[in-house]
C-alpha cells in the first residue's frame, strides 16, 4: 500500500489537507473551526482555537447562525442631558463560571440622535483591550468579549477627544450569557475621578439589520481568510451545506467528512 493510500485510509484528516492543498491557490489563507491534518497542506491555515484571532473569527462564525450569540437586546441607559468628554459602561455585577460579558455595539445619543463615530475617539477595555474596537465597527457580527468571567470593575471606556452632548447610552448585546448583569454609566468630571449618572437601564428587544451569515464571511474575507473547510462535525455544519449563497459561500471541493468554501465578494 502507498503512503498516500495507507493515509487516506487511516487517516481521515489527510484527505482535508489533501482537498485543502489542490485546491487553494498559493498564498491564499483556510479558516477550520476545529483541527485537522494540517501538516500535509502547505496552505496557510487558521484553526478555530489555537490562538486570541483564531477564537474571534470562530465567534464571528458562531455570531451568524446561533440565535443566542446574536445582537437581539439592547440595555438602554438614560440619564438628563450633560456635557461630557470621557464616558466608561463599568460592570458592577459579575457572573461566575464561564458567564463573560460582550457587547456588539456600544452608541451614544443626545435627544435621539446617534454621536457620529470618529478617528479622534480614544476606546479603552478592560479585559481584552485588543479587541475594543469591535464594539464600535457598526458590524452585527463582531463583538468585544471578556473572554473571561464577567467581575466587577471590568468597563468599555470611551475619550471622545472633546466634549459632547448626551443623554443616553445603548449597549446592544446578546442572550448568550443570561446571569443577571449590572452596570453604571460614568463619566471622568476631573481627572481620574469617575462620577456614576445612570445605574439603572430599560432592556428593549432588537432584530438584526442585515444578514448576520453574510456579515460573518465578510469580516473574515475582511481579514485575509478566502476559503472555509468545514468538517461534518462542526457546529453549523447542516447550516453552511444547506444554503451556503446565504452565507456569502461557494462549495469548492467534498471529501467524506468535511467541505471546502470559498468566501465570495
Do not use: C
Not at 475617539?121 to 457580527?141: I, K, T, Y
Request: aromatic letters at 14%.
Amino acid at each position: 500500500m502507498s503512503e498516500d493510500a495507507y493515509l487516506r485510509t487511516y487517516l481521515p484528516e489527510f484527505r482535508y489537507a489533501r482537498m485543502v492543498e489542490e485546491n487553494v491557490p498559493p498564498g491564499d489563507r483556510v479558516f477550520g473551526l476545529n483541527a485537522f491534518a494540517d501538516a500535509y497542506t502547505s496552505r496557510d491555515v487558521i484553526e478555530g482555537f489555537q490562538g486570541a484571532l483564531n477564537d474571534t473569527l470562530k465567534d464571528f462564525l458562531y455570531v451568524g447562525w446561533l440565535e443566542d450569540w446574536q445582537p437581539t437586546r439592547v440595555f438602554t441607559f438614560s440619564f438628563p442631558e450633560r456635557s461630557v468628554r470621557r464616558v466608561r459602561l463599568l460592570l458592577t455585577a459579575g457572573g461566575s463560571g464561564f458567564e463573560q460579558w460582550n457587547v456588539h455595539e456600544l452608541r451614544f445619543f443626545n435627544h435621539g440622535i446617534e454621536l457620529s463615530r470618529s478617528a479622534d475617539w480614544r476606546l479603552r477595555a478592560w479585559p481584552n483591550p485588543w479587541d475594543v474596537q469591535l464594539a464600535f465597527d457598526n458590524s452585527e457580527a463582531t463583538r468585544w468579549r471578556t473572554w473571561e468571567t464577567g467581575a466587577p470593575g471590568m468597563y468599555l471606556d470611551v475619550d471622545f477627544g472633546s466634549s459632547n452632548q448626551i443623554d443616553e447610552v445603548r449597549m446592544e448585546t446578546s442572550h448568550d450569557f443570561e446571569w443577571p448583569m449590572r452596570f453604571a454609566v460614568q463619566t471622568m468630571d476631573s481627572p481620574e475621578r469617575w462620577t456614576t449618572i445612570a445605574d439603572t437601564y430599560k432592556e428593549t428587544a432588537m432584530k438584526a439589520r442585515g444578514s448576520l451569515r453574510r456579515a460573518a464571511t465578510h469580516e473574515l474575507r475582511a481579514r485575509g481568510i478566502n476559503y472555509l473547510l468545514i468538517q461534518d462535525t462542526d457546529g453549523g455544519a447542516v447550516d453552511y451545506l444547506d444554503d451556503p449563497a446565504a452565507w456569502g459561500l461557494e462549495q469548492v471541493a467534498q471529501t467524506p467528512g468535511a467541505t471546502l468554501y470559498k468566501i465570495t465578494p
